[in-house]
């Protein structure tokens, strides 16, 4: 985990638009070959020739994304970073570049933003991915950051979210529900550090797992390179932001589809398991609904199975079906419940 | 000019993240064959392979960069794209696709966001740039915009700020200060609303071409056009959003060189002249220190001018020099005068 520094003050208006992008930017390493032209003109230069290009962009927003009483800002600026790529993993590419602009109140020193440039920093290294640019800006109230991220693959190896059939396996990666779980952790203890600020410091190593899943979640980059190295390629992806029932219906009506989900497959951790019961949540809910695991949702043909047969970062969680026969649930109980989509909305 | 439109009121909690973005985008044309996958998957897909890109952002913020007291959404929109499409032009490239990311507070209802979405399409049909994505979310206060564009040039036809030259000549495209006068305009007006908000609709009409500057600005694709056409590569070059004697310290410092600035030659239109006077400003400090006019600011090689000269789209200003004689002011009484950076500043 990350470790929290003092922080002096320097108001943002002293140093100017400009050479505030300096400060923030000169410690970055460029990684690719095909960023001829980073920070510093009126646009990027990039030579994506090689093959095709995808790009997406995510806004997140102080109060409504994120909330600085729990969320050091280091954490936040690696986890808008990672936010970003897992979309570029859902498409079976790898990232190169991002784009990162944050407006920011004048509660903001400088060094605020530097302990949130820290952290993109971080990401930008840990999955080599290169900062081209930017804008940053005053705001009349709390932080905004918005990243664009941009990614390569081959024109063959790209997946979209509408190629699953029937009978294709549906499968995850990793497990669902602690980032949201380690959520409710934090919410607990600043109400509790409301009432009593004096209190001693909580042992939460019982939820270090949520915890980390909530502060600092990785994007799927390996799973990226294991379909690489299996061969295989999903005929269907994408990333679980908004919650498990939420995505599978993306996937089923982009891909005109149905599909069986099979409760007793839903992968928990132990964590989860144990706190969904001190919280007296229904862990199957929690897992459909709850957002930010980040984590991929993909389906392949039958036939790909003995590829991925056995490997610990898999889960098959069901099957597509025909179009007609909807998307359900099949409980413990061997019940049959429609999906509908549960997830995190911002509005 | 645009026209205004009754609004109903449709809260945007009743339609969600995914039908908003869905009602928002549906209706915008796809003009580039780069464009593979738009709006609707975890990321776009974009053939960029022919040429180098540019990558180009920008977050404009109510309160900061923005009033609604005067700017209607749907101009507010279109501004915007172009603001982002202005750095695309200035690095001699032609834009190809953006995306938008907006930020809303509940006090806009989807009737509100459909306006500016109208102002973003116009711009997207006037340029012939295809939305390829973004994000949609609320905020705790107020309305935010994060565009980033992305355009194409040949390798050797990008300009870049640090290509000039001592003895190139310094070019700038239409005139100056006018968008900042407008917003003088439209404030005072905004501040004799709110003392008689009964006071019969004042006569605009002296300013329009300063108000349509500030509400309606346009980027200066033509000039890209024109520059192939006239087979003239500028040396270096900037789009002039901060005021013009912070763009010119932007090229010299970049292109390690000096420059004189003729005072007399600063082009000015009439209106501005006029309207300097009535509020007392001094015309050449407000043409160097305003922003927002969206205009280039290039250098060329001597040897280019005959192609130029006469060409009502551009005025020579100045040339450049050694480094060592640093940037200055030549007024028009002939005294030489050192040009500090007076542009607008966000924070």
Known sequence: MFENKDQSHTSLDKIGEFGLIQLLTEHFKIYHKSTLKGVGDDAAVLDLTKEPSVVTTDLLVEGVHFDLGYMPLKHLGYKAVVVNLSDVFAMNALPSQITV?????????????????????????????????????????????????????????????????????????????????????????????????????????????????????????????????????????????????????????????GCNLFEEKIPLDPQVIATCEEFNLESTTVALSSGEDYELLFTIDQKDYDKIKGNPNFTVIGHMTDAKEGAHLITRANQKIAIIAQGWRSF
């Open 101 to 257: 602009s944050i407006a920011a109140s004048n509660r903001f020193p400088l060094e605020a933003l530097e302990e949130l440039y820290s952290g993109i920093q971080l990401a930008c290294d840990t999955y080599k991915v290169d900062l081209i640019g930017g804008d940053t800006t005053s705001s009349t109230k709390g932080l905004l950051i918005s990243i664009t991220a941009i990614g390569q693959a081959k024109k063959e190896e790209i997946v979209y979210r509408n190629g699953a059939k029937p009978n294709d396996l549906l499968v995850i990666t990793g497990d669902l529900a602690a980032a949201y779980l380690g959520l409710q952790v934090l919410e607990r203890e600043k109400q509790v550090f409301k009432v009593n600020p004096n209190a001693t410091q909580p042992d939460l190593s019982m939820y270090s797992y949520l915890i980390e899943r909530q502060l600092k979640p990785e994007a799927r980059k390996d799973v990226i390179e294991l379909f690489k190295k299996l061969h295989v390629k999903p005929t269907a992806m994408i990333d679980i932001s908004d919650g498990l029932s939420s995505e599978i219906l993306h996937l089923c009506e982009q891909s005109k589809v």
